[in-house]
Nanobody, 123 residues
């Protein structure tokens, strides 16, 4: 089984910083790409950062310059550094991994999600 475990969320004042972590464990052949999403109450889940196995990153304009995604391939862990936090960053942050598993002679590529970590920014 594959498991994604996020950590690092919490309550922080506006202007502060947080670093979220997401560790992937289980029987994995390859992690293709990883990303961070967030979902605020009453809003759809949105992508805030993504990184490929080669290290290419992608951010929406709304978070560019404040969010930084990075990964440690040896630890199967992805990080999200969030700086200059704003109250509108308040949301549950989810980690997603697109990864390939090998079983019974067949390669399977699927998306897996973590359970989410709450980030609350006070003004």
């Amino acid at each position: 089984q594959v498991q994604l475990v996020e950590s690092g969320g919490g309550l922080v004042q506006a202007g502060g910083s947080l670093r979220l972590s997401c560790a992937v464990s289980g029987s994995i052949f390859k992690i293709v790409a990883m990303g961070w999403y967030r979902q605020a109450p009453g809003k759809p889940r949105e992508l805030v950062a993504a990184i490929t196995s080669g290290g290419s990153t992608n951010y929406p304009d709304s978070v560019k310059g404040r969010f930084t995604i990075s990964r440690d391939n040896a630890k199967n862990t992805v990080y999200l550094q969030i700086d200059s936090l704003k109250p509108e960053d308040t949301a549950v942050y989810y980690c997603k991994a697109e990864l390939t598993r090998y079983s019974g002679g067949i390669y399977y590529t699927d998306d897996y999600w973590g359970q989410g970590t709450q980030v609350t920014v006070s003004s």
